[in-house]
C-alpha cells in the first residue's frame, strides 16, 4: 500500500507562484511513475504532468507547458509540481497519483495505482 500526502496549496493571485509536494510512503517510490492531476468544481480530473521513476523523462498538458515544472526527488520519496505565471483557469484541487509500471499513455487517471487526499489551488484574478 502506497500512501500519498500533498500539501503547497493556498491562495495566489494571478501571475503568481506555487509548489506543490507530495510525499510518498514507500520503500520502492524510484519504481513509480508519478503524475498529477486536477479537478475543478462540475469538471472531470485532468492531467497536468507526469514523471519517470528515475525523473529522467517528464510531459505536461498543453495548458500548462512552459508554466509548471515536474520533478522529483527519490532520496526524499516526493514529488514536486512548481507552477508559475499561475492564472484563474488554474483553480482546482491537485492531486498527486502513483502509477506502477510504465505502459499505457501516463495521462489517463484510471492507470493510477495510488492518490494522494488532494491540495486546493485557488487562483484569483
Known amino acids: 500500500q502506497v500512501q500519498l500526502v500533498e500539501s503547497g496549496g493556498g491562495l495566489v493571485q494571478a501571475g503568481g507562484s506555487l509548489r506543490l509536494s507530495c510525499a510518498a510512503s514507500v520503500r520502492t517510490f524510484i519504481t513509480y511513475v508519478m503524475g498529477w492531476f486536477r479537478q475543478a468544481p462540475g469538471k472531470e480530473r485532468e492531467f497536468v504532468a507526469v514523471?519517470?521513476?528515475?525523473?529522467?523523462?517528464?510531459y505536461y498538458a498543453d495548458s500548462v507547458e512552459g508554466r509548471f515544472t515536474i520533478s522529483r526527488d527519490n532520496a526524499k520519496n516526493t514529488v514536486y509540481l512548481q507552477m508559475n505565471s499561475l492564472k484563474p483557469e488554474d483553480t482546482a484541487v491537485y492531486y498527486c497519483a502513483a502509477k506502477r509500471g510504465y505502459g499505457g499513455t501516463w495521462s489517463r487517471p484510471i492507470e493510477y495505482d495510488y492518490w494522494g487526499q488532494g491540495t486546493q489551488v485557488t487562483v484569483s484574478s
Open positions: 514523471i519517470s521513476g528515475s525523473g529522467g523523462s517528464s
